[in-house]
């Protein structure tokens, strides 16, 4: 009979071999739950990013900084503070869509819609694209679109740098 510590070791892995299959079988739905359990949260680095969300055996590709605490990108978008993005194969922006309002609005709330800033507009391939005003007047821009003529979808959330993106009258 095992003991209640092989046991439990034994039901450990069972769960960490579903999540792992789960991953494999459902890439897409790996990768919009990597997004939204990752990309609002404050405080990482790239490496750190990466680490959160197993990039190394996930199938989405991440781009990440914050030049908050490390060095940003030299093409990085002007304005942009912070970006987290993960990009995935098929067209599965309906799905990434429902995942992300469910996210959205569980606590802590991520804000209220705005006008889009000036910092960002939307594409030809934009399935949603939102300003949202943050705690203390900062602003994000969510962005779900695909690429490669639908043969990707993306999941970005891009943090502006302070005073950006609220029009005069906030």
């Known amino acids: 009979m095992p003991s209640a510590l092989t046991a439990a070791h ?30 609002f949260k404050a405080g990482q680095t790239e490496a750190e990013a990466r680490k959160n969300m197993n990039v190394d055996a996930a199938r989405f590709d991440l781009t990440f900084w914050d030049d908050s605490l490390e060095p940003r990108p030299a093409e990085a978008p002007e304005g942009v503070e912070r970006r987290c993005e993960v990009a995935f194969d098929g067209n599965h922006t309906a799905q ?51 690429r490669d003529d639908d043969a990707r979808t993306f ?16």
């Open 10 to 39: 034994a039901l450990s892995l069972t769960a960490l071999l579903g999540a792992a299959g789960d991953a494999m079988a459902d890439p897409a739905r790996h990768a919009i739950n990597a997004f939204n359990s990752w990309c």
């Open 96 to 146: 990434a869509i429902t995942a992300l309002r469910k996210q959205m609005q569980t606590p802590p709330v991520f804000g209220r819609k705005i006008p889009l800033p000036d910092t960002h507009q939307s594409q030809d391939s934009t399935a949603l694209i939102e300003g949202r005003e943050l705690l203390r007047g900062r602003v994000a821009v969510v962005h779900i679109g695909t």
């Open 155 to 170: 999941m970005a959330v891009d943090r502006l740098y302070d005073g950006l993106g609220l029009g005069a009258s906030q």
